[in-house]
């Protein structure tokens, strides 16, 4: 199974800042790398797929970066909205392994 | 408007039995593939299981093979995960995901609000 870590496992910050969270794969999996955010009692949502692409109705805030084994997913401004858990998941072979997650709180 | 509804969770015990539904709405569901995934209290999410769009290929994480079962009825627009000799590990919020369509690794686009399991004694 492919193992998928995330970094760090937790992040607080204030309204504005940059972040960026990193996930960081055990072998290869070209850009087949997703990015959710999860907040409580909501459904997850999908952020970014391919690596790099933002999924439809995603703010241009949101961005991610990387192949092979090594991403990153950077929001530029942060809105009171972002803060919540953000997970990482590689598509690339069954299991669909995700990460940790990433929580993201307000400082 | 994409809707998934999940529903058949309760309270079971160590050894028992449940059958998970989930209802689709809002586009073609027999166009795509569907997952289970699931969320331990306290812990990440973890996908538990994919099925192909005519239900002909099945994927299942390691913990839950030979337990639980995937299937879909196209006709019923409906997803279902039996689950059987469930453990108390199997714990956890049950979500319903809809693939993306055309898309390498195709990545779940859409969710549902997820139904609760609780395996105690």
């Known amino acids: 199974d492919i193992q998928m870590t995330q970094s760090p496992s937790s992040l607080s ?11 960081r794969a055990s ?3 070209s850009t087949i790398l997703n990015w959710y955010q999860h907040k409580p009692g909501k459904a997850p949502k999908l952020l970014i797929y391919g690596a790099s692409s933002l999924q439809s109705g995603v703010p241009s805030r949101f961005s991610g970066s990387g192949s092979g084994t090594d991403f990153t997913l950077t929001i530029s401004s942060l809105q009171p909205e972002d803060f919540a858990t953000y997970y990482c998941q590689q598509s690339y ?14 400082k | 408007e994409v809707q998934l509804v999940e529903s058949g969770g309760g309270l079971v015990q160590p050894g028992g039995s449940l059958r998970l539904s989930c209802a689709a709405s809002g586009f073609t569901f027999s166009h795509y593939w569907m997952s289970w995934v699931r969320q331990a209290p306290g812990k990440g999410l973890e996908w538990v299981a ?17 337990r639980f ?28 995901a809809r693939s993306r369509i055309s898309v ?9 609000q997820g139904t609760l399991v609780t395996v105690s004694s």
Do not use: H
């Not at chain 2, 690794?105 to 969710?111: L, N």
């Open chain 1, 27 to 29: 072998q290869s999996i």
């Open chain 1, 13 to 23: 910050a204030s309204v504005g800042d940059r972040v960026t969270i990193t996930c």
């Open chain 2, 104 to 112: 390498a690794g195709r990545p779940c686009d859409y969710w549902g």
């Open chain 2, 50 to 66: 994919n099925i192909k769009e005519d239900g002909s290929e099945k994927d299942y994480v390691d913990s839950v093979k030979g």
């Open chain 1, 93 to 106: 072979s069954t299991p669909r392994t995700f990460g940790q997650g990433t929580k993201l709180e307000i």
């Open chain 2, 69 to 96: 079962t995937i299937s879909r009825d196209n006709a019923k627009n409906s997803l279902y995960l039996q689950m059987n000799s469930l453990r108390v590990e199997d714990t956890a919020i049950y979500y319903c």
